[in-house]
């Protein structure tokens, strides 16, 4: 029983990770058809900001939850106006280029930080059920993917903000003689995904640690889990993480945690071949 | 006699490989190393080209099968104790690998991007695996697969079929040159089949081409598996002359190899050739300068050309001859040479 409830928690846990590694590309991605193969550093960058926010005393949590998505933010932004806008539309050139953009970070922060890892100690502590125990910082993070997935949905689904961010990325044209500047919206856009990923990194700090070269653990996870997802952004995303995460989990139990990525990557792409558009481009169609 | 275009190219190959062939008169050993190094990558950026720049696949862990070529060479020479087998066993372990993920990619018509992202993921992966073999129960046979550590006593070349004759330097460097000139006239040669023409056909419109009763993801699945094959060729090269080591599935690998065609020029097999030495001389010459990272100039390199040249820089020349040939035959013949 003890046993149940601690897989069961740690499952919702795994679940909360892929979901929220995936977001900030989900974002991009889903939205902007920008392939962002810079995810992974992204995420890295929100890592070193949290770790060196609280090594200057800022709180932990507030280095995460305000410190790393702005940050990255304000990277992304510069990198959309440097190199992303001129490549909307040619999907295949945007992962060209975030793939150079990825090396260059992951070569940029190693001149700056040293190839070691940099860490900090978790928040909160473990709790123990019967003779197991669990980490409460990990049951956080379901809590913060719930809040952020709730939020995201209200955002795009009743708020002008968000009409006009979908309204954009359906027909640029049409937004744009309505009023709209599709270049503002689409800068907008890449911020908020940027900020996700970069809250994900300030999360994932504490867990793993931070190294230059972190990034590409987390990119490969992170877009088999929103190719999978299928054309919408936010039931997707909760959809193939929730599967792909369970069937890693239960991998990872009763072998090793890389075998478990293997599994995981196998079911993706097993389920590719039954279902070519994604679990929402083909079964859950119009979901946001 | 009038020689076709392809034919042509297969000339000029065999002449400068000839000339090539010659290095081991005048190098040392140490640049004979370097230069088989550099064959093998100039391999590896023909297998990408073929499938790239003529099928247009878009795969960007070609890396996966440079590495399973160089670690199937690995383990079967030392289990062999003889590389004979090796190269062909490498060969054939790329391209039964690429057919099973083939089938999966082209089988569920994912598009372009996945496939990219998919054949990427599947590289990290394997990555990943290796790198967390390193205890002693990690072996096939008398090979230890050494985790990160790579396999340090990866055996150098020897001669067909006799173990003590090792090759020496220049012998493997020979060795490898030609294959390269072979594997070129071989693609050159390949595109002008039908099967070629229906590989080009394919990637100009492939709705179109299986109207004309083509079955694309057959010709997709075939092209892709040549390709690996020869990636699996590069990666058994590159561990006859350096020893192979998880490096060989890193994403650092990965980007090269891409890096190279698209600064060589998409839709060619010469540009990539050259621009993987370029490239590759570039990062050796600024891995000299210590506070640069190899990486942050990879980078660097790679969003420029996509922003500034996206199609590399082999279609620059060809854009300089194509305006020299106008001039001197005039608009309806070039217009002919076009076709």
């Known amino acids: 029983m003890e046993f149940a409830i601690t897989t069961l928690l740690n499952v919702l846990a795994a679940i909360a990770n892929l979901a929220l590694i995936s977001s900030g590309l989900a974002v991009i991605f889903g939205m902007m058809r920008v392939i962002n193969l810079a995810h992974g550093e992204f995420i890295m960058l929100g890592g070193f900001a949290t770790i060196y926010a609280a090594r200057m005393g800022i709180n932990i949590w507030i280095a995460i939850f305000v410190v790393s998505p702005l940050f990255v933010a304000a990277v992304g932004y510069v990198l959309e106006r440097l190199v992303i806008r001129h490549l909307y539309g040619r999907l295949v050139d945007t992962m060209l280029a975030t793939w150079g953009l990825s090396l260059a970070l992951i070569g940029a922060a190693t001149m700056i930080f040293g190839n070691r890892v940099e860490g900090v100690a978790a928040p909160l502590g473990g709790v123990s059920i019967g003779q197991y125990s669990i980490s409460l910082y990990g049951q956080v993070e379901v809590w913060v993917v719930l809040v952020l997935f709730a939020a995201g ?14 309204a954009t990325m359906q027909n640029p044209a049409m937004a744009a003689s309505l009023g709209v500047n599709p270049s503002r919206v689409y800068s907008f856009t890449f911020c908020v995904g940027a900020a996700l990923s970069g809250l994900a990194g300030g999360f994932l700090a504490p867990l793993s640690g931070v190294v230059p070269t972190m990034g590409v653990a987390y990119v490969a996870r992170a877009f088999i889990t929103v190719i999978t997802g299928g054309l919408s952004i936010l039931v997707g995303t909760a959809l193939s993480s929730s599967l792909l995460a369970t069937i890693g989990t239960v991998a990872t139990l009763f072998t090793t945690p890389v075998v478990g990525d293997v599994v995981l990557l196998v079911a993706a792409i097993v389920l590719l071949r039954l279902l070519p558009k994604g679990i929402t481009g083909s079964i859950f169609r119009g979901a946001p | 006699m009038k020689l076709h275009d392809y034919q042509r190219s297969i000339l000029w190959a065999l002449i400068v490989g000839g000339v090539a062939i010659s290095l081991p008169l005048v190098a040392e050993t140490y640049t004979l190393i370097n230069a088989t190094i550099y064959v093998s990558a100039a391999i590896f950026a023909l297998s990408l080209a073929l499938i790239w720049g003529y099928g247009g696949i878009l795969c960007f862990g070609q890396a996966a099968f440079f590495g399973l070529g160089g670690y199937a060479y690995a383990l079967t020479s030392i289990n062999f104790g003889d590389t004979t087998l090796a190269i062909p066993i490498a060969v054939a372990t790329a391209t039964i690998f690429a057919v099973m993920l083939g089938y999966f990619l082209f089988y569920g018509r994912l598009g372009d991007v996945y496939l990219g992202v998919i054949t990427l993921t ?31 006593n ?7 079929f006799q173990p003590d004759h090792i090759a020496t330097p220049g012998e493997t460097y020979v060795a490898a040159s030609v294959a390269l000139v072979l594997l070129y006239a071989f693609c050159k040669w390949l595109l002008v089949t039908r099967f070629g023409r229906a590989v080009i056909a394919i990637r100009e419109n492939e709705v179109r081409a299986e109207l004309l009763g083509y079955n694309s993801r057959l010709v997709k699945l075939a092209i892709f598996s040549i390709g690996a094959a020869i990636a699996g060729l590069s990666g058994a090269v590159f561990a006859t002359t350096v020893f192979v080591s998880p490096t060989m599935f890193s994403l650092g690998a990965a980007a090269q190899v891409l890096i190279w065609v698209i600064v060589g020029g998409l839709g060619t097999l010469v540009g990539p050739i050259i621009g993987s030495i370029v490239v590759q001389m570039l990062t050796s010459a600024l891995g000299t300068v210590e506070w640069i990272n190899p990486n942050f100039v990879l980078g660097v390199v790679l969003v420029a050309v996509v922003l500034v040249a996206p199609k590399g820089l082999m279609h620059v020349f060809e854009l300089l001859k194509t305006v020299t040939r106008k001039k001197r035959l005039g608009p309806e013949e070039s217009a002919h040479d076009q076709a």
């Open chain 2, 122 to 152: 599947v590289t990290l992966i394997l990555f990943k695996l290796i790198n967390s073999t390193a205890g002693d129960a990690y072996r096939v046979g008398k090979a230890r697969l050494g985790g990160f550590n790579g396999i340090p």
């Open chain 2, 154 to 160: 990866t055996p150098p070349l020897n001669w067909p």
């Open chain 1, 153 to 166: 949905y209200l955002v795009l689904k009743y708020t002008e903000v968000g009409l006009v961010a979908r």
